[in-house]
């Protein structure tokens, strides 16, 4: 996960990446609880396929897939890369690799391909902005990125000053960066 | 075994703004009122606090305010000829649940509808003659006209201290309001929120273009204000999280801030919450209610006996709750015969996002407030002629924008790869410097013969209910007038400076999982002809006169507008024709 989270936000000399900014740790978090459940919601049968636009029709959850998904990812790496696993790829491999699933050039035992890339690109990214608490965004690396001051609620003085950069550096729920422990 | 409870004069069935609103002006009348809520008791200090309520995964993405599908949800489809599934997990709309309702996590958006939309099926016919209209839409008459609802509309927006610039002060227009809207009897509590750069950079771009931008009257206040009940809100500190979330900083009206810390203190009133009102019951004959039966969260089912049922919940939960108590005759679209779950209708927004250069705009658009905002309204209604264009209705368009939270504001020109370095680099380039209006464009959703609710036949609900099937489409009408509005918004965000534009007309076939706005209407409509409205002009049940019904499932179409402050002149309007008329004579069905 932390190879894939990698890839889909890749590290640069401004900003870490998916691995070092938590989004793994951040999928992981999520995945052990409501979410990968699908805790809440409508889960009674029949279950019917239907049209794209009646929603997601399974019974299958996040936490399922994701299992399912990353083992058929690294069975289909074995496969093509004499027998490497996603993470034993290099860089250009790793991205032609989730190129041609995006493409839906690859098939996957036991989960659609295409979607799950979907769904892995918006899990890491979520997880690159969503407060530190859950495990992403660690050093609030993805809102420094962008200049996002975080968890603030009063902007009375700059609601007026236009077109000004705000200065202050990011909270979190908890505090700042420095506050928050790993 | 069901238990019986002592017998109330009143009871209302759901606690948001209309349930609030009618047990304040009950109570008032010294009348014995019980509240029922679906959902748990919430507060604004104890529920929704700033040292936590600006969290977007919990709140934003993972629904944490909402009602959960596995308590109750709906059936969907496009057409009458395909197979309904359930809508396992929230998208097109976000039904509330809990003390306050959407009250709670709205935006504040607080507009009055147009004096011809409540008179719109004669406005059009007069104008453009019937066979202007598509054959299959059934628009009528609200039987309630714009001036019957003034001094309504008026009480709403003085409870809640809304912010806003009149455009129309007694038939006198106003210089930097709206000069479409209808005459009001005085001005807004309160001044206009402040407007943020790139708000202001569309009021200038559409005045150079000739329309007449005004400020979106909000109900996120610009300054202190005391309401009528003595209530105290405090100036907006423009956070950016409003929809989605609660305000804990008075500063948004809602029921917890306007009404409820008044209403909780008498003793005539009482609330019980974690209960769901599963019928209304009925005496043998149908006519009358004898009060309404519920069930707690131990699953224990209670009677509780009133001489007069409202019925409060949110639009779509009021139609469902007729349907499993057999009031009024459920609607059937082949034989054009029946008025509950007829004329369902939804919004017709879309937007448009302007991507600016970074080295010369820094929006800072994480300052927002739910309801800020520059808009214009010539493209609403009936405001603009028709005849050349092929299709009828409209709505407001504006840089509506409300904040910047990251998860859903990292947006990126089209044409930039998902994903990787590119889309990173895209990310940080563009996030200050991008202007992303949410439902920018605000259209009308008239009413056709084959968009309708009724009973799904295979899903059931954690009773054994069936649930609600809904039959929604986009027709050609509401896609012609949504591409034409959309690029009249797109001519004034590219005048503003934006170097690239990415355009999202709302096209067919309706989308159950994109989000659209809660603003869900029809079902159980107003009128004055019992063959094709469920209720009265007061909103009191045809069938049953000791029911009323609030909220929007009572608009017979939908205009171009966010609907709140019209349910609430509504529920005003609705609680004068019981105070003055109805309690003289109770059971009786009012004049109309």
């Known amino acids: ?182 | 075994m069901v238990k019986k409870l002592p017998r109330k004069d009143v009871v209302v069935v759901g606690f948001g703004w209309t349930g609030a609103i009618m047990a304040n002006e009950l109570t008032d009348e010294g009348l014995d009122v019980i509240a029922i809520e679906r959902g748990p008791w919430r507060d604004a200090p104890t529920d929704f606090p700033p040292t936590y309520m600006q969290d977007e995964l919990r709140y934003r993405v993972r629904h944490e305010l909402f009602l959960r599908p596995d308590q109750l949800t709906f059936t969907f489809r496009n057409t009458m000829s395909q197979t309904a599934l359930p809508i396992r997990s929230w998208g097109a709309f976000m039904p509330p649940n809990g003390v306050g309702g959407g009250g709670v996590h709205w935006n504040g958006e607080m507009w009055r509808f147009l004096p011809s939309d409540f008179v719109l099926k004669t406005h059009l016919t007069e104008r453009y003659g019937e066979s202007f209209l598509p054959s299959d839409m059934t628009i009528q008459d609200w039987g309630v006209t714009y001036d019957d609802l003034e001094p309504h509309y008026d009480r709403f927006e003085y409870l809640c201290g809304t912010s806003g610039t009149a455009g129309n002060l007694g038939g006198g227009i106003q210089e930097g309001g709206n000069p479409f809207e209808g005459p009001r009897s005085r001005p807004y509590p309160t001044p206009a929120q402040q407007q943020p750069f790139s708000h202001t950079l569309f009021g200038k771009a559409a005045r150079e273009l000739g329309y007449k931008p005004f400020p979106q009257p909000s109900g996120n206040l610009s300054q202190a204000y005391t309401n009528p009940l003595g209530m105290r809100l405090g100036p907006c500190t423009y956070c950016g999280f409003c929809e989605w979330f609660g305000c804990s900083n008075y500063s948004k009206a809602s029921p917890q801030t306007t009404i409820l810390p008044y209403l909780i203190r008498k003793s005539n009133f009482s609330l019980r919450d974690n209960s769901e009102v599963i019928r209304i019951n009925l005496d043998r004959a149908g006519r009358h209610a004898t009060g309404v039966t519920f069930v707690d969260s131990s699953g224990d089912e209670w009677e509780q006996p009133a001489d007069l049922v409202i019925l409060s919940a949110y639009a779509l939960f009021n139609v469902q709750l007729l349907l499993h108590s057999k009031i009024g005759q459920p609607y059937d679209p082949v034989t054009n015969t029946g008025v509950v779950g007829r004329n369902y209708t939804h919004q017709t927004v879309s937007t448009v996002n302007g991507f600016f250069d970074n080295k010369k705009f820094n929006f800072n658009p994480f300052i927002g407030s739910g309801s800020i905002g520059m808009c214009i309204d010539e493209f609403n209604g009936d405001n603009f002629d028709h005849g050349p264009l092929g299709f009828v209705g409209g709505g407001y368009v504006g840089q509506v924008q409300t904040g910047a939270r990251p998860i859903e504001s990292t947006l990126v020109p089209p044409g930039t790869p998902r994903w990787g370095v590119d889309w990173k680099k895209a990310v940080k380039d563009n996030y200050l410097s991008t202007v992303k209006p949410g439902a920018g464009v605000h259209g009308s959703f008239y009413a056709y013969r084959d968009i309708y609710l009724d009973l799904d036949p295979t899903y059931k609900d954690r009773f054994g209910r069936p649930l609600m099937r809904i039959t929604m489409d986009l027709k050609e009408n509401e896609i012609k007038q949504n591409k034409f509005l959309t690029d009249k918004f797109a001519e004034i965000i590219k005048t503003m400076g934006a170097e690239k534009l990415a355009v999202q007309y709302r096209t067919g076939p309706y989308d159950i999982t994109a989000y659209q706005t809660t603003h869900l209407n029809g079902g159980a409509v107003m009128g004055t002809d019992p063959k094709t409205s469920v209720l009265n002009r007061y909103l009191q049940s045809w069938d049953v006169p000791n029911l009323f019904v609030m909220g929007a499932s009572a608009f017979p179409q939908n205009a171009g507008y966010n609907p709140t402050l019209t349910v609430g002149a509504l529920a005003y309007w609705s609680a004068a024709a019981i105070r003055t008329q109805y309690l003289k004579s109770p059971g009786r069905l009012l004049d109309v």
């Not at chain 1, 396929?49 to 996040?62: F, V």
């Not at chain 1, 496969?79 to 996603?86: I, K, L, P, Q, T």
């Not at chain 1, 997880?127 to 530190?132: E, I, K, L, N, Y």
């Open chain 1, 1 to 182: 996960m932390e190879a894939l989270a990698d890839t889909i936000i890749p590290s640069d000399p401004q900003a870490p990446g998916g691995k070092d900014a938590g989004c793994a740790v951040f999928i992981d978090r999520q995945l052990a609880g409501p979410y990968g459940r699908q805790e809440g919601l409508y889960q009674r049968p029949p279950f019917l396929s239907g049209a794209k636009n009646q929603g997601y029709q399974s019974d299958i959850g996040p936490a399922e897939t994701y299992r399912a998904g990353l083992a058929a990812i690294n069975s289909v790496c074995r496969e093509r890369y004499g027998g490497r696993a996603f993470a034993d790829l290099s860089t250009d491999e790793r991205i032609l690799f989730l190129k041609v699933l995006e493409a839906g050039e690859v098939k996957l035992q036991g989960v659609d391909g295409k979607s799950f890339l979907e769904q892995m690109v918006k899990d890491v990214q979520m997880g690159f902005f969503a407060d530190p608490i859950y495990g992403g965004n660690r050093d609030m690396a993805g809102w420094k990125m962008i200049g996002y001051p975080g968890a603030r609620y009063n902007y009375l003085d700059w609601v007026n000053r236009h077109n000004e950069r705000f200065p202050l550096p990011p909270v979190g729920i908890t505090g700042n960066a420095e506050w928050t422990r790993w």
